[in-house]
């Protein structure tokens, strides 16, 4: 029976192979000319499972995914710069995070009292620290948001342990298993920069050259469904009881 899962999983993996082969070359032409940010998205062919958004779109549009898409690349660029600090100062040199906010807190307001008192002494403007104050309505507004939030996740959370949702239950399943197995390689930390650099770095090579991975990815799904459709018939065949007459035959 093992020998048998083996010798199916290896013509599959054959057959996907040898199917990869015949795929037609892409010119860079092709692949660079679709993508405009100006211009907006072109779906002329199927898009990754069903995909019918643009990228900008997909990942809540705004400041958020212009600076995720390198729309500003300042922002995202400075933002991928001190994360990578961040993670050097914590993961290579050891620093310690409370060690080093409550330092540059010192180092701030020693800085700014002696600014203040010596422009006080010498008779000049003091620093131009402005006044920092949460109007009320933000603070609201973003209590209702988490409110909300957290209720719609809660929800999920009690429609899977219910055994409501199985296709969210999988997923669920898939991903901590997935933090499972990455959370024994790195550090927390380690794991959360390359998240950062992850989101920055995948999302926008795959707008620059969404018509080549849609296409091999989209070959590859329909020929793992069509590899395991035959597995699938195989094994519902070979279960199906058969009587003597095609025994016979067979012997």
């Given at each position: 029976?093992?020998?048998?899962?083996?010798?199916?999983?290896?013509?599959?993996?054959?057959?996907?192979?040898?199917?990869?082969?015949?795929?037609?070359?892409?010119?860079?032409?092709?692949?660079?000319?679709?993508?405009?940010?100006?211009?907006?998205?072109?779906?002329?062919s199927?898009?990754?499972?069903?995909?019918?958004?643009?990228?900008?779109?997909?990942?809540?549009?705004?400041?958020?995914?212009?600076?995720?898409?390198?729309?500003k690349?300042?922002?995202s660029?400075?933002?991928l710069?001190?994360?990578?600090?961040?993670?050097?100062?914590?993961?290579?040199?050891?620093?310690?995070?409370?060690?080093?906010?409550s330092?540059?807190?010192?180092?701030?307001?020693?800085?700014?009292?002696a600014?203040?008192?010596?422009?006080?002494?010498?008779?000049?403007?003091?620093?131009?620290?402005?006044k920092?104050?949460?109007?009320?309505?933000?603070?609201?507004?973003?209590?209702?948001?988490?409110?909300?939030?957290?209720?719609?996740?809660?929800?999920?959370?009690?429609?899977?342990?219910?055994?409501?949702?199985?296709?969210?239950?999988?997923?669920?399943?898939?991903?901590?298993?997935?933090?499972?197995?990455?959370?024994?390689?790195?550090?927390?930390?380690t794991?959360?920069?390359?998240?950062?650099?992850?989101?920055h770095?995948?999302?926008?090579?795959?707008?620059?050259?969404?018509?080549?991975?849609?296409?091999?990815?989209?070959?590859?799904?329909?020929?793992?469904?069509?590899?395991?459709?035959?597995?699938?018939?195989?094994?519902?065949?070979?279960?199906?009881?058969?009587?003597?007459?095609?025994?016979?035959?067979?012997?």
């Open positions: 029976m093992a020998a048998d899962g083996a010798s199916s999983a290896a013509a599959i993996l054959s057959s996907v192979l040898e199917n990869f082969k015949n795929l037609p070359a892409s010119s860079p032409a092709h692949s660079s000319s679709h993508f405009h940010p100006s211009s907006g998205p072109r779906f002329d199927a898009r990754l499972f069903g995909r019918q958004r643009a990228v900008h779109d997909l990942l809540g549009g705004g400041h958020s995914a212009d600076v995720l898409l390198w729309r690349r300042n922002l660029a400075g933002f710069a001190v994360a990578t600090v961040i993670w050097v100062l914590f993961e290579w040199i050891g620093y310690h995070f409370i060690s080093v906010v330092f540059f807190l010192l180092v701030a307001i020693v800085g700014l009292f600014w203040s008192y010596a422009a006080l002494m010498l008779n000049r403007d003091p620093p131009p620290v402005p920092l104050e949460l109007p009320d309505e933000v603070v609201l507004k973003v209590a209702k948001t988490l409110n909300m939030e957290i209720n719609k996740m809660l929800n999920i959370l009690h429609e899977i342990a219910i055994g409501k949702d199985p296709v969210r239950f999988a997923k669920l399943v898939g991903a901590l298993a997935l933090l499972v197995l990455f959370g024994s390689w790195f550090q927390f930390l794991l959360f920069y390359l998240a950062i650099v992850a989101v770095t995948l999302p926008v090579l795959y707008e620059k050259n969404e018509d080549v991975i849609d296409r091999y990815a989209q070959r590859a799904l329909d020929e793992l469904n069509n590899q395991f459709r035959k597995v699938d018939t195989s094994v519902l065949l070979s279960k199906i009881p058969r009587g003597p007459a095609a025994q016979k035959r067979e012997d």
